[in-house]
């Protein structure tokens, strides 16, 4: 699991000699729990550090890139889900970049039903642009909807010092994010339970 520090912490640990050290990670510092140098940050203390808002994770990037001839699917200017040869031109490398070309016609319609249903909760009542966010929410509170611990969607919130995380649909009020969850249930599971990882 790989983390980024989004408010300073410092950790204390044993080194090799059993002599006790600390270090101070700064906002933006990232580590792995599976890299030998960050051995003390354990699978436990990354969730510890996630829940109680010292970090979050970080997906690393598993954005398939398709050789010279290689058949990939992609989103055409419509909507479409379209297949093309890779042929190393500005147009492939394009869509490439903005994490559009996939392996598989499935993973192409999954992340066309994602855009959709992101599109569709995006106009409701109280959601929060980017400008709205930085030049007026931030130190305050704001809402959002996201799956529990017992996997169903409910609505919560943050307050958000200093940082929002990207890509996250903030709400006003927590009657508004309600209001989004309850108008549209199914485009808020198929946006909480994307797939991320897939091609």
Request: charge should be negative; glycine fraction near 6%.
């Amino acid at each position: 699991m790989k983390i980024e520090f989004i408010k300073e912490y410092c950790a204390c640990f044993r080194d090799e000699n059993g002599s006790i050290n600390t270090e101070t990670f700064k906002r933006g510092d990232t580590v792995s729990t599976s890299m030998e140098a960050d051995r003390y940050f354990t699978e436990e203390l990354a969730q510890w550090l996630i829940k109680n808002g010292f970090a979050k994770e970080v997906k690393e990037s598993s954005a398939w890139k398709p050789k010279f001839d290689e058949k990939y699917y992609f989103l055409g200017n419509t909507g479409k889900v379209c297949v093309e040869p890779w042929l190393n031109d500005e147009l492939d490398e394009y869509r490439y970049s903005v994490g559009g070309c996939f392996k598989t016609e499935k993973a192409a319609e999954a992340w066309r039903g994602y855009r959709i249903a992101r599109a569709t909760v995006s106009r409701d009542k109280g959601v929060l642009t980017p400008e709205q966010i930085r030049d007026n929410y931030l130190g305050e509170f704001v809402h959002y909807v996201v799956f529990n611990l017992d996997g169903q969607l409910e609505t919560s919130w943050d307050c958000l010092d200093d940082y929002a995380t990207p890509g996250t649909i903030y709400f006003d009020t927590m009657q508004h994010a309600q209001d989004s969850l309850d108008k549209h249930p199914d485009e808020w599971k198929i946006i909480a339970s994307y797939d991320w990882s897939k091609e």
